[in-house]
């Protein structure tokens, strides 16, 4: 067991930790590909444990889990190729300034974090070309000296986080999925292969572009490429839509109020589970017995009750409340 503290520099939300930055923390504990899950936002400042496993890793606080890791292939077949010229152009084309920005101290893509502190990597769309994907987004980087590892290169938790949030603005950016650009969202998962981490200063392009949508879930790819195309790392992330509150890490996390189902003032745990795409029901719920193959959510509420209007659920007792598969 090995125990970290993450300082408040790494957030992505003001409360917690920047997602990809916490995958990678775990993703160095298991040898080549990997997946992570988060199960809770990670808290910053507060002493947490690694804990290595038979299957791999558990990022714990205390007896509560907060996300799990283990071994997992990444097959992304074709990636767009955008050259650095391209990509720093594209650079002023961003509406993301730090007024406009949802999350503008997020240490990968806040815009009031300056060079060497955050990687200020602030993803824009891609003009349409013939070897982009649709919705495709680009961000140069040029990675500072202070994020340096073993043996020199760029540590493994910073390549992690530089392809995570790329992800995030693909996804809400995808039009053609019936997004509207404004909505919030959390990480939920990721998984990512480093073919070879890059050098302070190096100049870097990252692309990511959307792959799906599942009620509220998204899907979206990235890549790391070096400033001659060549990939360096890849990966694939699940956001899970939020309301603000949720996202900001005081509210209904990722219950949040939607049109056909608002919540009241509630803060609940949630955690993947292996089911197919979900609706929420307060019968034939079945166990899951694997955590790391999910699909769907779990909400564990033993500390904090949530109301669910009629029809739909309601859960006042230390309870699970589990989503199944529709029917």
Not at 80 to 107: G, K, W
Not at 118 to 138: E, M
Not at 317 to 323: A, E, K, N
């Amino acid at each position: 067991m090995k125990s970290i503290v993450i300082e408040k520099r790494f957030c992505g939300p003001p409360n917690s930790a920047n997602g990809g930055y916490v995958c990678g923390l775990l993703a160095a504990h298991i040898a080549g590909s990997a997946e992570v899950t988060l199960l809770a936002p990670p808290p910053l400042d507060r002493r947490l444990d690694i804990v290595t496993l038979e299957g791999g890793v558990e990022l714990r606080k205390n007896a509560t889990t907060l996300a799990t890791g283990r071994r997992a292939e990444v097959d992304i077949p074709e990636i767009p190729i955008v050259d650095f010229a391209e990509a720093q152009e594209a650079v002023h084309r961003t509406p993301y300034d730090a007024s406009r920005h949802p999350l503008p101290r997020c240490f990968v893509c806040g815009p009031e974090r300056v060079d060497g502190d955050g990687l200020h990597i602030i993803p824009v769309p891609l003009s349409a070309r013939t070897n982009s994907k649709v919705g495709s987004f680009v961000a140069p980087w040029v990675p500072h000296a202070n994020l340096a590892g073993e043996g020199g290169a760029i540590a493994s938790e910073f390549v992690w986080a530089a392809l995570d949030c790329p992800t995030g603005f693909a996804g809400v950016g995808a039009r053609h999925l019936g997004m509207t650009g404004a909505e919030t969202m959390l990480l939920g998962r990721m998984r990512a292969r480093i073919e070879r981490r890059p050098r302070p200063d190096d100049r870097c392009i990252i692309v990511a572009w959307p792959i799906g949508r599942d009620g509220r879930k998204l899907f979206a790819s990235s890549a790391l490429l070096s400033a001659a195309g060549e990939p360096l790392a890849v990966a694939q992330a699940t956001w899970i839509l939020v309301d603000r509150r949720g996202q900001l890490g005081d509210g209904a996390g990722c219950l949040g109020p939607t049109p056909s189902r608002p919540l009241g003032d509630s803060r609940l745990h949630r955690r993947l589970q292996p089911f197919r795409p979900f609706r929420a029901c307060g019968t034939r719920s079945r166990q899951a017995h694997d955590p790391h193959d999910a699909a769907s959510l779990i909400f564990r509420t033993r500390e904090f009750g949530a109301t669910v209007p009629p029809g739909r659920l309601n859960v006042r007792s230390p309870q699970r409340c589990h989503f199944i598969n529709r029917r």
